[in-house]
């Protein structure tokens, strides 16, 4: 699978409200986030110190790492709160006839 590629991570429907669905795309942890039918793709990975997302909570639209709670928006990747100070990627997302696709286009 090359970069640039749409990938099928699931279905409408499969991730409740709120909550986010991990995925791999090109080696890369991804976490795909529900906000109230919106989908979202954003890094599984905070900046402070590579904690996994997907292992902590949602709260006001914002990914909330679990190990020292710094947070990023969801929708963006950016930090919202320390003790992260650096963005994440916010990964391109489609929905096509009910498939949650997403590409990585960091390059």
Known sequence: MSSGEWIAVGRVGDIADQQC???DIDDEPIAVYN??????????RCSHDDGELADGWVDDGCA???????R???????VMAPPAYEDIHSFALRVVDGVIEVRDDRD
Do not use: M, N, Q, S
């Not at 909330?64 to 710094?70: I, L, M």
């Not at 990023?72 to 950016?78: A, K, N, P």
């Open 35 to 44: 906000l109230g039918g919106e989908y979202f793709a954003i890094e599984d």
């Open 21 to 23: 669905l991990r995925c």
């Open 64 to 70: 909330v790492c679990p190990r020292h709670g710094a």
């Open 72 to 78: 990023f928006d969801i929708r963006t990747g950016r």
